[in-house]
């Protein structure tokens, strides 16, 4: 025990010249810091800028990566969704529109009311097939169920809904 002691004791009696003090000292600043060895032994420039200078280049490497993550997660779905916009029943992409809607709906009710009337009016204007018309007519029918009675597009589109029973009447 007494030898350890004496051990001990010498370390700690030790003498540290001041320069190898001062540069223990800064390198371990450094290495708390997170500078780098090469920026540090620049000559003409601090250690507290080179600091600075580390931080300031990783937080904007990262930003970038994560603004570049998010581009190139969000960039395709945003790109179909819109090319979906104008699909019309029994197209392919019809199945995407109906589902950006239903997120779009959230922000604005009668949102998938008004897109089915503009579909049944864009397929009357094509003179597209019989069975298209119907499912037009039958999604529109749908989205009446799921509108409020009082509201005010409601009577607009069961008067589209009455004029195509009648013209279906005419036809047979």
Do not use: C, N
């Not at 250690?47 to 581009?71: C, H, K, P, Q, Y």
């Not at 109906?98 to 009357?124: K, M, Q």
């Amino acid at each position: 025990m007494t030898r350890e002691f004496e051990r001990l004791r010498r370390a700690v009696e030790h003498r540290v010249d001041a320069d190898v003090r001062a540069r223990h000292q800064a390198s371990i600043t450094d290495e708390v810091r997170g500078v780098s060895w090469a920026s540090a032994a620049t000559p003409g420039v601090s250690w507290a800028s080179s600091a600075r200078g580390l931080t300031w280049d990783r937080l904007r490497s990262r930003t970038a990566a994560t603004a570049a993550s998010v581009v190139a997660f969000m960039a395709p779905a945003a790109g179909v969704s819109w090319a979906a916009q104008d699909a019309l029943p029994g197209e392919r992409l019809y199945g995407v529109k109906l589902a950006t809607e239903r997120v779009l709906s959230i922000f604005d009710g009668d949102l998938i009311a008004r897109h089915r009337a503009e579909e049944l009016a864009e397929l009357r204007a094509s003179m597209a097939e019989a069975e298209a018309v119907a499912d037009a007519q039958a999604a529109l029918r749908d989205a009446l169920d799921d509108l409020d009675e009082d509201d005010p597009t409601r009577s607009e589109l069961e008067a589209l809904l009455d004029d195509d029973d009648e013209s279906d009447v005419d036809e047979g």
